[in-house]
């Protein structure tokens, strides 16, 4: 039993910081190709914008949450750049 409990312990960061890398990096890339038709752009321009910076959010939110010390810290540094974002893709909508 308790060789279950620390295989959890130190799988569990692991595993989150990949699932936070995944479904979060693409989260935020999507929140921002669709922020970017809130800028005073025309719409092909904002599209391409947004679709081309997608793929360097991406990848730097990947590394971001393999780099910072925690698990949670990852959790919250993707959710403190995703809210500011959320309101100008609301408001496209």
């Not at 025309?42 to 698990?71: C, D, E, N």
Request: proline content about 5%.
């Amino acid at each position: 039993m308790s060789f279950m409990i620390h295989r959890v312990r130190s799988t569990g960061p692991l595993i989150s910081r990949i699932v936070a890398a995944l479904f979060g990096g693409y989260a935020l890339a999507a929140l921002f190709s669709v922020a970017v038709l809130a800028l005073p752009l025309s719409k092909p321009q904002a599209v391409l914008t947004g679709m081309l910076a997608s793929f360097a959010i991406y990848a730097g939110a990947v590394i971001w949450v393999f780099a910072v010390r925690s698990a949670l810290r990852a959790w919250a540094g993707l959710l403190i750049v995703a809210a500011p974002l959320l309101p100008l893709a609301w408001s496209v909508s």
